[in-house]
């Protein structure tokens, strides 16, 4: 299983570019990298995936190093409603046969200050 | 679309009793995943379905949890009996694949007494 590890918190301020980083140093072949983000008493939302260079929407961008062994969730200009907590995923499943159980990063508690 | 629906908000039992947590996931939609979270243990993906069959159910805690997915807009977990321990709040999501986004329901909040 690819464990991942994150920091537990971060801290910024308003209208700050954030980056969080995922280590997940036995990431498989098959395996994908996504970023949820969550608020209290809610479900998890997604907000970017990819496998590996970089991938931007209109939310975030994901760097992912040629080892994939890393990954850094950027966050450009953030807001007070930016706060939350962030999790990376990695892993992959198959539609038949056995799977690869995803496994959820701890969770890193992003707080943005005025 | 309404989105994952998860029924009930919350429950609360007594140790012993039986519980069972419902899910509607998004139609078209052909995965379907549980999920429990704890302050301890954070996320942990319970039980993986895709077309209605059970794929992955390594995250089965133990035989007292069971889940079903009967047609593809319907599955239960059931816990049975009900222990402390299974406080938690429950999360059901659904995908189109395996791999692709997935779309969380609001959570079961669970309290065994």
């Known amino acids: 299983l690819a464990k991942t590890t994150q920091p537990i918190s971060m801290d910024s301020y308003e209208g700050q570019e954030v980056n969080i980083t995922c280590s997940h140093n036995?990431?498989?072949?098959?395996?994908?990298i996504t970023w949820y983000q969550q608020f209290p008493s809610q479900g998890p939302r997604f907000i970017i995936q990819?496998?590996?260079t970089k991938v931007t929407n209109e939310v975030a961008s994901l760097f992912i190093p040629a080892d994939r062994k890393s990954s850094t969730l950027s966050l450009p200009r953030v807001s007070l409603s930016d706060t939350a907590v962030y999790y990376c995923?990695?892993?992959?499943?198959?539609?038949?046969?056995?799977?690869?159980?995803?496994?959820f990063g701890s969770g890193t508690q992003l707080t943005v200050l005025p | 679309d309404a989105g994952v629906i998860q029924s009930p908000r919350h429950e609360v039992t007594e140790m012993g009793q039986e519980v069972t947590l419902r899910c509607k996931p998004i139609?078209?939609?052909?995965?379907l995943f549980w999920y429990r979270q704890t302050m301890m243990r954070g996320l942990e993906l319970l039980i993986y379905?895709?077309?209605?069959?059970?794929?992955?159910d390594s995250g089965m805690p133990e035989d007292r949890f069971s889940a079903k997915m009967p047609n593809a807009s319907f599955s239960t977990l059931k816990i049975q009996p009900s222990e402390p321990r299974d406080s938690a709040v429950y999360f059901c999501?659904?995908?189109?694949?395996?791999?692709?986004?997935?779309?969380f329901g609001p959570g079961t909040r669970l309290l065994v007494l």
């Open positions: 999501a659904s995908s189109r694949q395996g791999r692709e986004t997935q779309y």
């Open positions: 036995n990431i498989a072949t098959n395996d994908y």
């Open positions: 995923l990695v892993g992959a499943l198959i539609s038949s046969g056995s799977a690869r159980q995803l496994t």
């Open positions: 990819g496998y590996k």
């Open positions: 379905f895709n077309n209605n069959v059970p794929i992955d």
């Open positions: 139609s078209g939609h052909n995965s």
